[in-house]
T-cell receptor, first 121, second 112 residues
Framework: GAGVSQSPSNKVTEKGKDVELRCDPI?????LYWYRQSLGQGLEFLIY????????KSGLPSDRFSAERTGGSVSTLTIQRTQQEDSAVYLC???????????????????FGPGTRLTVL | GQQVMQIPQYQHVQEGEDFTTYCNSS?????IQWYKQRPGGHPVFLIQ?????EVKKQKRLTFQFGEAKKNSSLHITATQTTDVGTYFC????????????FGGGTRLMVKP
C-alpha cells in the first residue's frame, strides 16, 4: 500500500515569508508526528497528534510554528515569518495506534515520509 | 527529561570490518527500536526489542537489549558499502502513547 507522502519535496522561500508543509499519513494510522532534521543531525521532535486527544506540542521551537490535522488524516505544518535557522528537512511519520500495544511492552513502528527540504534565503 | 544517547557519532570503517553502535537511555525502557537512514533518505524501521537481554539477528546485523533495559547495541559483521547510513535507536517517551525519543544517531561510512 501507499506509504507516508509529503509535499512539496523541496521548498525555497525568502526570510519572513510563511510556508505550509503537508503530510499524508498511511491510511488508518491514528498517530502522526512531525520532526525536523538539520543537515547531518538527529531527529528533533516537533509535534505529535494522538488520535482524538489534544496534540503534544512540546517540541515546537517557537510560536511561529503551528500544525493541524484535519479529519484525523492529513496534517499541515505552518511556519510563519520564516528565519534562516528554520532551514532543514521536515519529516512526517505515522503509526497505527495512538497508544502503545497493550500488555506486550511494545511501541508501534513509525513510518516516515520522504521529507520536505526547506531552504530559507 | 528522558535522554537517549548514542556513541559514536561517526564511524569510518574499511569494507569487511565490523561495526558497533551503542545506545544508552537515562531511564528504563519498555522496548527499544532501531532505524536506518540512508544518505538522502528517511528513517526506516529495522527492529524492536522488548525483553531484557534479548538478542535478535537480521543477516549480518545483531541487535541486543541490555539486562537492565537501559542500553542497546547494534553490531554489523563484515560491513558492506550498502550498510552506509545513519543508525538511530529510539525508546518510548515516558510521557504517553507511541511517542519515541530518538538518539542522535551514529553515521556509518564504509570505505570500499
Amino acid at each position: 500500500g501507499a506509504g507516508v507522502s509529503q509535499s512539496p519535496s523541496n521548498k525555497v522561500t525568502e526570510k519572513g515569508k510563511d510556508v505550509e508543509l503537508r503530510c499524508d499519513p498511511i491510511s488508518g494510522h491514528t498517530a502522526l508526528y512531525w520532526y525536523r532534521q538539520s543537515l547531518g543531525q538527529g531527529l528533533e521532535f516537533l509535534i505529535y497528534f494522538q488520535g482524538n486527544s489534544a496534540p503534544d506540542k512540546s517540541g515546537l521551537p517557537s510560536d511561529r510554528f503551528s500544525a493541524e490535522r484535519t479529519g484525523g488524516s492529513v496534517s499541515t505544518l505552518t511556519i510563519q515569518r520564516t528565519q534562516q535557522e528554520d532551514s532543514a528537512v521536515y519529516l512526517c511519520a505515522s503509526s497505527l495506534r495512538a497508544r502503545g500495544l497493550a500488555g506486550g511492552g511494545g511501541t508501534d513502528t513509525q513510518y516516515f515520509g520522504p521529507g520536505t527540504r526547506l531552504t530559507v534565503l | 527529561g528522558q535522554q537517549v544517547m548514542q556513541i559514536p557519532q561517526y564511524q569510518h570503517v574499511q569494507e569487511g570490518e565490523d561495526f558497533t553502535t551503542y545506545c544508552n537511555s537515562s531511564t528504563t525502557l519498555s522496548n527499544i527500536q532501531w532505524y536506518k537512514q540512508r544518505p538522502g533518505g528517511h528513517p526506516v524501521f529495522l527492529i524492536q526489542l522488548v525483553k531484557s537481554g534479548e538478542v535478535k539477528k537480521q543477516k549480518r546485523l545483531t541487535f541486543q537489549f541490555g539486562e537492565a533495559k537501559k542500553n542497546s547495541s547494534l553490531h554489523i559483521t563484515a560491513t558492506q558499502t550498502t550498510d552506509v547510513g545513519t543508525y538511530f535507536c529510539a525508546g518510548p517517551n515516558n510521557n504517553a502513547g507511541n511517542m519515541l525519543t530518538f538518539g542522535g544517531g551514529t553515521r556509518l561510512m564504509v570505505k570500499p
